[in-house]
């Protein structure tokens, strides 16, 4: 079974970072693409960076030139380096990765997963 696990969200004042983590862990046979995804109170679920595991970036529009996502595929975890917070940026962040899992022995299959959620907020 295949877990993804986030770390790293708080509370930070406009103008401050903070970094995000997610790990996966399980029976991994490879891991495709990985991103992160954010929910405010309200509002539907909205892209803030994919990454491939050759490394191509693709980013929201709101939060290019403040935020970098970054993975580890040694550690099968990715990053999400938030500048520049702004109180709008406040919302549940969700890790997601595309993962080749074996199921049976070798055989695997292909399966998107998410994580289960890390709050941002941001505010004086």
């Known amino acids: 079974q295949v877990q993804l696990v986030e770390s790293g969200g708080g509370l930070v004042q406009p103008g401050g970072s903070l970094r995000l983590s997610c790990a996966a862990s399980?029976?991994?046979?490879?891991?495709?693409?990985m991103g992160w995804y954010r929910q405010a109170p309200g509002k539907q679920r909205e892209l803030v960076a994919t990454?491939?595991?050759?490394?191509?970036?693709n980013y929201g529009g709101s939060v290019k030139g403040r935020f970098t996502i970054s993975r580890d595929n040694s550690k099968n975890t990715v990053y999400l380096q938030m500048n520049s917070l702004k109180p709008e940026d406040t919302a549940v962040y969700y890790c997601?990765?595309?993962?080749?899992?074996?199921?049976?022995?070798?055989?695997?299959?292909?399966?998107?997963?998410w994580g289960q959620g890390t709050q941002v907020t941001v505010s004086s």
């Open positions: 399980g029976r991994i046979f490879s891991i495709d693409a």
């Open positions: 990454i491939t595991s050759g490394g191509r970036t």
């Open positions: 997601n990765a595309d993962i080749k899992a074996y199921y049976f022995g070798t055989l695997h299959r292909q399966d998107d997963y």
